[in-house]
């Protein structure tokens, strides 16, 4: 198992402890990941601006997986579905290919179209597999309550992913906390937008949004939240103490990216899993399952 | 387009769910009756979150995120275009990237072990000349 590591431009200045722990993870099951200093932004933030430079964005990255003969594996969702859709675009159409080649010529860039793009998670669900991960416990998650939140771009536009999940009621992630040992829990809403794509354009709404989901994943007596997307993730947590602040209501909700949660069913210390990192303190959460 | 407004868009709308004034059935059917002007300089067409909920369950397969993503493009060459996408434009164009990469970063990065990120992307800027965005991004927030 080895892939071209696509960390995105999020990931890696507001939520290391989610690549650090990827990479931790990744390492102990046995899946490699080779950096490249050429990938660049995916095309997403363009789409709305010009949808042509956006797909040229998304084509000069696989471009680029292309040359080292990997698929991409990236863990924002974001650039999950861009990628994945430009790569489906690309290697059905050929007319489109033959002039996105036109441009990428220019900048010394060609695109065949073979790389596939996949999201760490779904890696670790298909290529890795909960059996395995399960057999790999060292240190149970037993008596953790966990509210499990997708991200939209993990799940949407579903015919982008092969229809692997199931857009309304997905699954894979709440397979693979239920084998670390831990409770899974249900709670309103659970597909819901964090509304970070929005937060630069209205702020109050976007935050209105993951409020929502802060109070239902509250309501449900969860102890954490887990994640794997860095925008969903500035929201949830890095944001938690601005909505705290506007609407005076404490939350204290954890939210942990899924390698975190998984390293540590590993037995990885929590410090490499960079749990010291997360905004919204840990602390009493790793006291619960003595880590 | 074939939206028949049955309003499903709407009802799954998690931006709409809470500020009501964002209505893409209504921008939809705006857009069919060819309200071009009034469409393109609307602030609402920017609120979309881009969570495909509607797409997924619109039963005429309408992609309305397509549609809005369309119609954003349009205003853009109109001359319309919200000051936050602008400052997308400026950020991606001249980094290579939408999150800025300091100094402080790449050292918070190398105390973690964690590989050095570029801070600027010549093909990026290359082609970003090539389609004229940078034409958008040197406007300084567009028009």
């Known amino acids: ?291 | 387009m074939r939206c028949f407004q049955c309003g499903t868009c709407n009802v799954g709308c998690p931006v709409r769910e809470i500020e009501e004034k964002y209505n893409p059935r209504k921008i939809i059917r705006m857009t069919v009756l060819g309200m071009r002007d009034r469409v393109l300089s609307s602030d609402f067409i920017w609120l979309c979150s881009a969570c495909y909920t509607c797409q997924e369950r619109c039963p005429q397969d309408v992609r309305i995120p397509e549609v809005m993503n369309a119609l954003k493009n349009l205003a853009v060459k109109e001359g319309y275009i919200h000051s936050s996408f602008a400052k997308r434009v400026e950020l991606v164009g001249a980094q290579g990237k939408l999150f800025p990469v300091s100094k402080f970063d790449n050292t918070k990065r190398k105390e973690l072990g964690l590989p050095q990120i570029p801070t600027e992307n010549k093909e990026v800027q290359e082609l970003f000349k090539l389609t004229g965005l940078n034409k958008l991004s040197s406007a300084e927030g567009g028009e």
């Open chain 1, 1 to 291: 198992m080895k892939y071209a590591f696509f960390p995105g431009c999020l990931a890696p200045v507001m939520s290391r402890q989610f690549e650090l722990s990827a990479r931790k993870v990744a390492k102990k099951l046995g899946l490699q990941l080779v950096d490249s200093e050429d990938f660049a932004c995916c095309g997403f933030p363009i789409k709305s601006v010009d949808q042509e430079t956006a797909l040229l964005l998304s084509a000069r990255n696989l471009s680029v997986a292309e040359e080292l003969g990997l698929d991409i594996c990236t863990i924002c969702t974001g650039c999950a579905s861009t990628l994945a859709e430009a790569s489906r675009e690309l290697m059905h159409n050929d007319g489109l290919r033959d002039r996105v080649n036109e441009r990428l010529q220019k900048i010394g860039r060609t695109y065949e179209g073979n790389v596939e793009v996949k999201h760490f998670v779904r890696i670790l669900y298909e290529d890795v597999g909960p059996e395995k991960i399960e057999s790999q416990v060292k240190k149970s998650l037993e008596g953790l309550k966990l509210a499990s939140h997708y991200g939209c771009h993990y799940l949407k536009p579903s015919e982008v992913f092969d229809k692997f999940e199931d857009p309304e009621f997905p699954r894979t992630l709440d397979a693979l906390i239920s084998v670390l040992g831990a409770e899974t829990v249900e709670y309103e809403d659970k597909t819901g937008c964090c509304g970070g794509v929005i937060l630069d354009v209205d702020d109050k709404i976007a935050l209105a949004m993951a409020q929502k989901k802060l109070d239902h994943v509250n309501a449900a007596g969860a102890d954490a939240m887990v994640l794997m997307c860095p925008l969903c993730g500035s929201m949830y947590d890095r944001n938690q103490k601005v909505i705290e602040r506007r609407s005076n209501v404490v939350y204290n909700l954890p939210v942990l990216f899924y390698p975190q949660v998984l390293g540590l069913a590993l037995g990885i210390d929590p410090k490499e899993l960079g749990l010291n990192l997360n905004r919204v303190k840990t602390s009493d959460l790793l006291n619960k399952v003595s880590v």
